[in-house]
């Protein structure tokens, strides 16, 4: 099961990388397990993999192409997630759809398994 990635959040990523100050191929995204009630997403930019990462080759010619690294700790609970960007007037940022979530942390970043 991999992730999918909306052409919203491959802009916005691509948006990122294309205006970095160093150099970047993709995305990083770690699971933290200190999360305020759960698990908490962490957001880096990457320039190369590392050993055991999963790696999503993410978007189409028209909104670009992008690169997630999920490291190999991280992969089992972020799996099969669907990763969304919204700019809207009451929230703008990423959205993670992850089905092997329980529940959402009021702080909209933690989830539960």
Not at 8 to 14: D, E, G, L, P
Not at 69 to 96: C, L, Y
Not at 97 to 105: E, G, I, K, Q, W
């Given at each position: 099961?991999?992730?999918?990635v909306?052409?919203n959040?491959?802009s916005?990523?691509r948006r990122?990388?294309?205006t970095?100050?160093?150099?970047?191929?993709?995305l990083?995204i770690?699971?933290?397990?200190?999360g305020?009630k759960?698990l908490e997403?962490?957001?880096?930019?990457?320039?190369?993999?590392?050993?055991g990462?999963?790696i999503?080759?993410?978007?189409?010619?028209s909104?670009?192409r992008v690169r997630?690294?999920i490291d190999?700790?991280?992969?089992?609970m972020?799996?099969?997630?669907?990763?969304?960007?919204?700019?809207?007037p009451?929230?703008?940022?990423?959205?993670?759809?992850n089905?092997?979530?329980?529940?959402?942390?009021?702080c909209?970043?933690?989830?539960c398994?």
């Amino acid at each position: 099961m991999m992730v999918a990635v909306s052409d919203n959040a491959v802009s916005a990523i691509r948006r990122v990388i294309d205006t970095a100050e160093e150099p970047a191929t993709g995305l990083r995204i770690m699971v933290n397990l200190e999360g305020c009630k759960g698990l908490e997403y962490l957001l880096g930019l990457e320039s190369e993999e590392m050993e055991g990462d999963t790696i999503c080759d993410c978007g189409s010619d028209s909104c670009g192409r992008v690169r997630i690294f999920i490291d190999s700790e991280s992969w089992p609970m972020f799996a099969g997630t669907r990763i969304d960007f919204v700019d809207g007037p009451d929230s703008k940022g990423f959205v993670f759809d992850n089905p092997n979530a329980r529940s959402l942390c009021a702080c909209g970043k933690t989830v539960c398994l």
